[in-house]
């Protein structure tokens, strides 16, 4: 089975270009970052209720297959180079698509964009970002999710996952404690 990545996302700048953008994630008219992804933004009414006319941006969810770096810039190259060679593995590609990584089609729209990305079956989080202030971004960093429901007591739990501390423990909800990823509550945008 493969594996789904989960993301959060704030994509700011002319908001033709941010929708442009998004529908280039979502592989629609005839744009595709790659393998693309599944947003939560549904429809053009969605997109007009979540936009932020105050800084100009929108943040939203969604899924994509493995990791946003390979899903949406090493899939991009992959496509791109198979379009023009007409070798590679990605079967028959549409006449006339064309394929950028996230980073190549921000630059050309002008559009900024950050995503937090996590991955607890194979135990990662992204920080991928291209903003005017730092360029580039793509961060890797180790993330876990335990689900402490199957554990009655912190000692069993740590068994398995001697990273589980007191604290974390008290603090959970009862269901899952999260180990590891980026902090997700800042924005650099």
Known sequence: MANLCSFIARVK??????????DGMEQKNGVWLGRGAETSICDDDDFNDMWNDRDSSIEFDGTCKNSVEGAMIDCALSMREQAHTGKGMWGDLEEGTEYYTLFEYARKLGVEFEMYSTENGCGFAEH???????????????YNEIWIEDYETLEECQKEHPEVTQEDWDESDGSIIEIGGFDTSVWNL
């Open 128 to 142: 991928i970002a291209y903003t005017n202030e730092l360029g580039e971004v793509n961060e890797t960093t180790d």
């Open 13 to 22: 700048g002319d908001k033709a270009n941010v929708k442009k953008f998004i």
